[in-house]
C-alpha cells in the first residue's frame, strides 16, 4: 500500500492542475507602480529578466522559486502575501 497517491489528488479530492493554479494573482504591477519603479529598475535589483519578469506580471508563470520571491520582497519591501494573493471561488488574473 502506497503513502502518496499516484496523481496530485489530495485527502480533500483531486488537485485541478491549471485552473487551482490560475486562482493565485500576482499583485506586481501594483506594486510597481505604488513604489513608482519600473520593470527594468526592478529587474536590475533583483537579477530577474525583463521577460521573466512580465511573464510573472502578466499572470503567465506557472511557478515562483521561494528564492526569487524573496528577492522580489526585498526589492519591492513587501511581504509574500502583499505580491501574491488566493481567490478559490474565480480564476485569477494580474491585477494592477
Known amino acids: 500500500m502506497k503513502d502518496k497517491p499516484d496523481d496530485d489528488s489530495t485527502a480533500e479530492g483531486p488537485a485541478e492542475g491549471p485552473a487551482e493554479a490560475a486562482a493565485i ?23 530577474v529578466t525583463i521577460v521573466n519578469l512580465s511573464v510573472l506580471k502578466n ?10 520571491l ?6 519591492l519591501d ?9 481567490h478559490a471561488d474565480q480564476p ?3 491585477s494592477g
Do not use: K, N
Open 70 to 75: 524573496a528577492r522580489l520582497c526585498r526589492a
Open 92 to 94: 485569477a488574473r494580474s
Open 59 to 68: 499572470g503567465r508563470a506557472r511557478a515562483i522559486r521561494f528564492s526569487t
Open 25 to 47: 494573482a500576482i499583485r506586481l504591477d501594483a506594486l510597481l507602480s505604488e513604489r513608482q519603479m519600473t520593470l527594468t529598475e526592478l529587474s536590475d535589483r533583483v537579477g
Open 78 to 86: 513587501c511581504q509574500p502575501g502583499d505580491l501574491l494573493s488566493y
